[in-house]
């Protein structure tokens, strides 16, 4: 088989980090064209990834032969119409997260894909994270005993963007940061959420306050799952202090520990102050570089061998579910049964 031809449909920062494993580290796929709808934006990414074909509209890149695949790197909202459409011109997908802004949404994604025979997988990279995979290994092997709760955090360091504010419209930080947590949850619960009870707070963006009283910068939410395992997740946006994206998971004889805060393995202490140092992990970029290389890597594997993604579709509408659940603890103020959504 020919390489694959891979168009990347979004050239912002997580566009241009599948971007680049096209161009240069994913064996068997080329990388074709940038599509950006800001013209000079295409232009730039071409010209950083050396190549020549940008388009300002999706629709002009379903149209080229030379294109096997898409990678949607786009907001949200716009996932299901360019996911619906590539599927009937036969391009393989690799969707980011959140998949969609709704459960139907996600359906219709999928039956699409599933109608026209084409592969759809979702962007929750920290599947393919090595530590990730190791500490899954531990736990299906018995080491820690049966597994009691899954605890994951994710907290970034950047302010929220203001068009995150309208939670009607953004689906909030659930859906934009704490995604991965609630993927990592069901993966290594190896069930499905039962109940969701959510607080969330807005603790660091004053500006939002008066026009949006329903955003929040700062969620907690406790879960039970269908067997009867427990779950939490903790997640903030604009902490400042670094990228900081933790998992435990605890069982009945023991806990694995996931992730880390400090950038590498040394750690300063002096005379001079009481408290070691080191360097904090200042972005997702970094942490996940080779996981999202390997999803890269994954996504053209199961196009050429027929295989199903390792992250499905229903993957994707779960976690839609349990945010939009989430969102609505929050408003409600009550623990929220998945099974009336």
């Given amino acids: 088989m020919s390489n694959i031809g891979v168009c990347v449909i979004g050239s912002g920062r997580a566009g241009m980090i599948h971007a680049v494993n096209f161009v240069k580290n994913v064996p068997g796929a080329k990388l074709v064209a940038m599509v950006d709808p800001i013209e000079e934006t295409a232009k730039t990414a071409c010209?950083?990834?050396g190549i020549d074909t940008y388009y300002t509209d999706y629709r002009q890149a379903l149209a080229d032969k030379s294109i096997d695949a898409v990678v949607i790197v786009t907001p949200t909202k716009f996932h299901v119409d360019i996911a619906v459409d590539a599927a009937a011109a036969g391009k393989h997908i690799l969707c980011e997260k959140p998949m969609a802004m709704?459960?139907?949404e996600c359906r219709k994604m999928s039956e699409a894909a599933a109608n026209h025979k084409v592969a759809l997988q979702i962007g929750f990279m920290r599947r393919f994270d090595a530590g990730f995979i190791q500490a899954k290994e531990i736990v299906d092997s018995g080491a820690i005993g049966d597994v009691v709760m899954v605890r994951s955090?994710?907290?970034g360091p950047s302010i929220p963007q203001p068009w995150m504010y309208d939670i009607q419209k953004s689906n909030g930080p659930l859906a934009e940061v704490n995604?991965?947590?609630?993927?990592?949850?069901?993966w290594f619960t190896g069930s499905e959420f039962s109940t969701v009870y959510a607080i969330g707070g807005n603790y660091r963006s004053p500006e939002a306050k008066q026009e949006y009283p329903d955003f929040y910068d700062n969620v907690i939410v406790a879960a039970s799952f269908e067997n009867g395992m427990q779950g939490m997740i903790d997640g903030a946006q604009g902490v400042g202090y670094a990228y900081d994206s933790r998992v435990e998971v605890l069982g009945t004889k023991g806990c694995?520990?996931?992730g880390r805060i400090n950038d590498n393995a040394v750690l300063t202490c002096t005379a001079d102050s009481k408290h070691g140092s080191y360097p904090l992990v200042s972005s997702w970029t970094k942490?996940?570089?080779?996981?999202y290389l390997a999803e890269d890597v994954a996504f053209i594997d199961c196009i050429r061998n027929g295989t199903t993604p390792k992250v499905t579709g229903h993957d994707g509408e779960m976690a839609v579910k349990v945010v939009a659940a989430g969102n609505?603890?929050?408003?409600e103020k009550k623990i929220i049964h998945l099974d009336t959504m």
């Fill in 102 to 104: 709704t459960v139907e």
């Fill in 328 to 331: 609505r603890s929050i408003i």
């Fill in 47 to 49: 010209a950083q990834l």
């Fill in 256 to 258: 694995v520990y996931i």
């Fill in 179 to 186: 995604s991965h947590d609630i993927d990592t949850l069901r």
């Fill in 153 to 155: 955090n994710t907290r």
């Fill in 287 to 291: 942490l996940f570089k080779d996981a």
